[in-house]
């Protein structure tokens, strides 16, 4: 039997969890609001508050951390690579902690994973990661010579519940053609094609819907003008576009069910930008669905959004008629990892090395 820390760190919580073999010993979800995360600046600073938030977990639960055999993090913004279980090694922390394509909670994933795992001499592992790179050439074509669309999104709760949903069906992920809309802190929404993530919205900054603290994609001409104004730095221009954007630009929380009861209460705005979140997601399903020239098993809505009842009927309204939409609410994303470090513990596959 093999003990495994699973650390998973989101832009709005830190999901943390011990698993022997593939059964959980216990998991749990920490959300953090945003007046907890705003005294840091950059995702680096957060590390001895998410770490800590961890290590306390643990001894509340009483689970000493001597009898861990291995440490599963997040994968975050690495170099685009393929799908797997990798070693944590010297070059993936160095990438992780200089954000080699940006900063997300996810980078701390592998860290922490590797700190906690350094003190105990076992090894550190990260499972498909959100750089994970399928995407078809001609998904990559921007309109901009100088800039390539880049697949950066869910690749770990994407990828697992879309296998469930094929094992549900007693088929292979690789016999069918999916869309997966995860609603997160972030959203994406991806076209799986057998078996393969061809086309996906950058989750991360600045294309597809707008999401609780993202803009998602912005009328270019207007944000140009905003950037060049004299009045934003580049910093703020960017924390406006991930971080500060989407619910928390309209209201200060990235909360959605703080916008859901501010609906509830009769405040209208709230219902129109609640709704237009939906609405966007809708069209983004919409354009997957032409990717994948109407050829579509199944639309899988997942992630926290998914919990929201009315959220889920705005968007099943205007895409059920492409395929029959699936709600898998909340994340595969923790098990997902225990099978990937599992794997590697077992001998069945090698880890990965990155390069
Ligand atoms: N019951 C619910 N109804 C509506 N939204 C919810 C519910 N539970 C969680 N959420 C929202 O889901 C979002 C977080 O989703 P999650 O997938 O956990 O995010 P992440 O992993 O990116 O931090 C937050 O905006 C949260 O308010
Ligand atoms: C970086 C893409 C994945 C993402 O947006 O994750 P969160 O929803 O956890 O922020």
Redesign the pocket.
Known sequence: MFRMLIINP????T?IAVFDDLNPVFVE?L?HSSEELAPYNTIFEQYEFRKGVILNALKEKNIPLESLNAVVGRGGLLKPIEGGTYIVNERMLEDLKIGVQGQHASNLGGVIAYEIAKSLNIPAYIVDPVVVDEMDEIARISGMPEIQRKSIFHALNQKAVAKRYAKEKGKKYEELNLIVA?????ISVGAHRKGRVVDVNNALDGEGPFS?ERTGSLPVGDLVKMCFSGKYTLEEMKKKITGKGG?MAYFGT?????V?KMMDEGNKEAELVYKAMAYQVAKEIGMCATVLKGEVDAIILT???A??KE?VEWIKERVSFIAPVVVYP??DEMLALAEGGLRVLRGEEPAKEYK
Request: aromatic residues 8%; charged residues 25%; hydrophobic residues 20%.
């Open positions: 989101g832009s709005t919580s999901k979800t959300r995860h609603l997160g802190g972030g609780p619910l990235n909360d959605a069910r703080d859901k992630g926290g959004l919990y929201g959220f909340g994340e």
